[in-house]
T-cell receptor, first 112, second 114 residues
């Protein structure tokens, strides 16, 4: 069966520090991968998605970037965190839209 | 572009009562529709989905939803609420083709009164 892993579960980082969140999927190949951010009162915002290695589409301009160095690995990064980067970050995958999207357990990021 | 509107940011029902969470969508082509549930500090779990087959969709935990094209609605129901149903519920939409992600509503917080 397929599983999705996100880590770390929680993270407290100072303003201006770098960020790296990792997401991996097991049990499938060539999934579509997604990063969402859930901020208080703002719902779920799609940040990036990827349909293959090295292919990244950005949905919103921001202080973040994404990379897909391997087929089932999706990384969210920042060189310098801002207070506004705080939130709950969720990774998701799908093989086809009609199957639905499976979400990871999320990373709670607090920038202080 | 697609959009979703969830009516009511908070819904409170008594244990054993009917649960009704409202979702209306906007899409220029036939949509795929989903309901997800989120418990505190957890990811989203798929409850059910509509992908152009039967309009009445049954999901996990006793939930179901009916796709009504004429009303552009996909309301979520459960005949009898349990305390364990207290959570945040999200309606989401996408369309066939392409690879961009789901568009979510703002969510409805379901409160179960004992």
């Amino acid at each position: 069966s397929q599983t999705i892993h996100q880590w770390p579960a929680t993270l407290v980082q100072p303003v201006g520090s770098p960020l790296s969140l990792e997401c991996t999927v097991e049990g499938t190949s060539n999934p579509n991968l997604y990063w969402y951010r859930q901020a208080a009162g703002r719902g779920l915002q799609l940040l990036f998605y990827s349909v293959g290695i090295g292919q990244i589409s950005s949905e919103v301009p921001q202080n973040l970037s994404a990379s897909r160095p391997q087929d089932r690995q999706f990384i969210l990064s920042s060189k310098k965190l801002l207070l506004s980067d705080s939130g709950f970050y969720l990774c998701a995958w799908t093989k086809a839209r009609s199957y639905g999207y499976t979400f990871g357990s999320g990373t709670r990021l607090t920038v202080v | 572009a697609q959009s979703v509107t969830q009516l009511g940011s908070h819904v409170s029902v008594s244990e054993g009562a009917l649960v009704l969470l409202r979702c209306n969508y906007s899409s220029s082509v036939p949509p795929y529709l989903f309901w997800y549930v989120q418990y505190p500090n957890q990811g989203l779990q798929l409850l059910l989905k509509y992908t152009s087959a039967a309009t009445l969709v049954k999901g996990i935990n006793g939930f179901e939803a009916e796709f009504k094209k004429s009303e552009t609605s996909f309301h979520l129901t459960k005949p009898s609420a349990h305390m364990s149903d207290a959570a945040e519920y999200f309606c989401a939409v996408t369309v066939p083709g392409g690879a961009d992600g789901l568009t979510f509503g703002k969510g409805t917080h379901l409160i179960i009164q004992p």
